[in-house]
């Protein structure tokens, strides 16, 4: 009988006072050091899904700050070390940064924010036979120069996604490796997602992943969500097995999500929870949240287009010059309706919580 894979997750429950802390504990209980060398260079491949900052939106503040005090602490080197976000057609990472207040945490350890924006990119040949990218972009997959050869770290937070149900560590690749018209592979998500994992494994020697849970987000992700306190942290070098421990705490089956069930699949990584050790508190990693993946207005409207009955009008409203209508209707429903409305009462709920307190202090 041959063995299953399997994989370690470590997972801890934490509180704001020791985050910083627990963040060098977690890490350390998992090795990390032995998937990153000091010797290699590494991104810090951050995670933007809102300009604005709203809870379990984007990277938090405590965790870069946790990320980056380890990393120095256990003697990596600064001039190795690249923290990076990209842009979308609704995102600006250089006001990302300063909104979630990474800028300030940066600007403490002695790091520059790199905007991927500013970065060379170049069109990879990838050997791996993609599922579906290459179809996608036919011209060329273009990837940032700078990824090739380096390890990354994906600073992933747990929240729910509208096109795939939940969105940690292998998602955040999405927003590094592919330029800002990204939203075209929307159609085919999950397939996506495998491509994702596929070409790190030939571009990166290493990939490690630490995911923020101290606020998860619950409803309709990335962004339109109800922020829930979860005060947990996980880390792990595989990412297929710490999205799918995520995914289980949040309350979903990691085998019915088709991303995650076909990176185990695939042998990309280990979705199957009997299958996944973990290391740190058990019993929270036992939780299960009960969230719920609900469709924002825009996500819902985009699946009309790409997979419903307004596909006929796919290539022109989604693939023409008239494409521009959809970041438009994209930023006036999330910044100019929800943020105000809906947005503000989360916020001013979740300001009132110790983790909003804390993210004031940054």
């Known amino acids: 009988m041959t063995s299953r894979a399997t994989s370690q997750v470590a997972v801890l429950r934490t509180r704001p006072e020791t985050v910083v802390e627990d963040y060098g504990r977690l890490m ?33 503040p405590w965790q870069v700050d946790g990320v980056l005090t380890t990393l120095l602490e256990d003697g990596y080197d600064r001039a190795r070390l690249f923290p990076v976000e990209n842009r979308t057609v ?17 600007a403490r350890h002695g790091l520059p924010f790199i905007p991927l924006t500013g970065v060379e990119w170049t069109v990879h040949r990838f050997r791996s036979p993609l599922l579906r990218l290459n179809e996608i972009f036919p011209e060329g997959i273009e990837i940032p120069t700078m990824y090739v ?74 962004r339109t969500m109800v922020p829930r306190v979860g005060n947990l942290i996980l880390a792990a070098s595989d990412q297929v097995a710490i ?26 990584g280990v979705a199957d929870p009997r299958d996944i050790e973990i290391v740190g508190d058990a019993d929270a990693a036992a939780l299960d949240m009960g969230f719920k993946t609900r469709r924002s207005l825009v996500i819902w409207g985009d699946q009309l287009i790409r997979r419903g009955p307004l596909r006929p009008l796919k290539r022109l409203l989604l693939h023409s010059p008239l494409v521009v209508w959809a970041p ?21 709920a979740f300001s009132r919580t110790p983790w909003g307190r804390l993210f004031e202090t940054y």
């Open 90 to 106: 609704v995102t600006d990472p250089v006001e990302g940064c300063r909104n979630n207040r990474w800028s300030g945490v940066l």
């Open 149 to 222: 050869g380096k390890n990354v770290l994906q600073l992933p937070t747990a929240k729910v996604h509208g096109h795939t149900v939940t969105t940690g560590a292998i998602k955040n690749a999405f927003g590094g490796l592919l330029k800002e018209v990204r939203h075209y592979a929307h159609e085919f998500i999950h397939e996506v997602m495998v491509d994702l994992m596929l070409m790190q494994r030939e571009l990166h020697p290493s990939v490690f992943a630490v995911m923020d849970g101290t606020v998860m987000g619950d409803g309709a992700g990335p």
């Open 243 to 268: 999205d799918a421990l995520a995914a289980r705490i949040m309350g979903f089956d990691p085998l019915a999500i088709p991303y995650l069930r076909m990176c185990h699949e695939r042998g990309l």
């Open 28 to 60: 350390r209980l998992v090795k990390y050091d032995g998937a990153l060398p000091r010797d290699q260079d590494l991104i810090l491949k951050l995670n933007l899904s809102w300009t604005k900052y709203f809870p379990a939106c984007s990277s938090q």
């Open 328 to 348: 438009f209707a994209s930023n006036v429903y999330h910044d100019l309706l929800w943020y105000p409305t809906l947005g503000r009462q989360r916020i001013r």
